[in-house]
């Protein structure tokens, strides 16, 4: 009896330790901005001081310290009204997949950017994404007034609701062809006259992506031009022939 009970008690510290093992994280600071890494996936966190930042923010693909950790994403409210100008991710492909088993297979370590991340940015102009991004998250960019043009790359495939919305001076966006989900009001409240490059077929929009009124022109290949003008959503707008 009492070595059945003894293995009870060890199997619910096990139990206990795995849990307490799987919440570990750890904080750490590098070139004046803060990171946590977590579970193997390192995001970054924001400013280490705010006062004292820089406007041209550089995130970097991996960090200089040992052991080297791989950014995956941009943090919930990681610059949020901050004074940031210009913002570049680094693109960077591990030597390795840092997150799963195929050891074999070659990965950009940077996914995301997630909620409010640079949220009321007023004076960020210029951003520079790494190119296998996959995702723009809720309110990422929301009310960046001095945002004029867009370009996402290659891998973006995803923006959610209410990502670039009160930019109000936004007015050219271009989209690659990997890009096919753009979430409710996504550019509601951007500039009054804007022009989309569409080098991917139609995406799907979840409920209406742009402000009423808003006069909007596609620009896509003679390829896609029968595709988006015959559009249920898409055919309402302007569509040119690049």
Known sequence: MKSKSLLIVLLLILIILSFTACEHSTDFEEDGIKYREFDGAT????????????????????????????????????????????????????????????????????????????????????????????????????????????????????????????????????????????????FVNCAQQMTLYMKCPPPTVDGEAFSWGTQITVVVPQQLFEVYSNHEYWGKFNIVVE
Request: net charge negative.
């Open 43 to 186: 995001s970054v966190l924001g400013f280490v001081d705010e006062e004292n930042s820089t406007k041209d923010l550089v995130i970097k693909g991996k960090t200089n310290q040992f052991p080297q950790y791989y950014v995956w994403a941009i943090s919930f409210y990681a610059f949020e009204n901050s004074d940031v100008e210009t913002v570049t991710i680094e693109y960077y492909k591990a030597p390795y997949n840092v997150f799963h088993t195929d050891s074999s297979e070659m990965l950009c370590t940077f996914e995301k950017i997630l909620d409010k991340a640079f949220k009321n940015c007023k004076q960020l102009r210029e951003i520079t994404f790494p190119k296998e991004m996959t995702t723009i998250c809720v309110e990422s960019f929301w009310g960046c007034e001095s945002l004029k043009e867009v370009t996402f790359p290659w891998g973006l495939q995803k923006i959610e609701q209410s990502a670039f919305a009160q930019c109000s001076n936004l007015s050219v966006v271009h989209f690659d062809e990997n890009f096919n989900f753009l979430g409710a009001n996504a």
